[in-house]
Nanobody
Framework: QVQLVESGGGLVQPGGSLRLSCAASGFPFSRYWMYWFRQAPGKGLEWVSGIAIGGAIADYADSVKGRFTIFRDNANNILYLQMDSVKSEDTAVYYC????????????????????WGQGTQVTVSS
């Protein structure tokens, strides 16, 4: 079965950096685009970033563009999110997600298009 396990979250100061990891198993990782979402306390789920199968194409929400970098290690089935210049509004539980669509780019990027989710990892940005 599909399993996605996030790690790397923690407390970080504003302006600092953090790298999140998502270990994937139970499905052919290299046949899927992969995504990061986040949810702040009391807020709805927000799409953060997505990456193509080969890693050549990456998409970012405007709120994180220029600060976050998504990349993947297909040999080891790991999805990453490098977070730089973090802000207080980045505080949230971060989830990696697998789309239903095989091989292709899912459109639109909405919850209904995804069928695999990790348990989440907490990121807290605070002084």
């Amino acid at each position: 079965q599909v399993q996605l396990v996030e790690s790397g979250g923690g407390l970080v100061q504003p302006g600092g950096s953090l790298r999140l990891s998502c270990a994937a198993s139970g499905f052919p990782f290299s046949r899927y685009w992969m995504y990061w979402f986040r949810q702040a306390p009391g807020k709805g789920l927000e799409w953060v970033s997505g990456i193509a199968i080969g890693g050549a194409i990456a998409d970012y929400a405007d709120s994180v563009k220029g600060r976050f970098t998504i990349f993947r290690d297909n040999a080891n089935n790991i999805l990453y999110l490098q977070m730089d210049s973090v802000k207080s509004e980045d505080t949230a539980v971060y989830y990696c997600a697998k789309p239903k669509k095989v091989w292709g780019r899912p459109e639109p990027i909405e919850r209904a298009e995804f069928d695999g989710w990790g348990q989440g990892t907490q990121v807290t940005v605070s002084s």
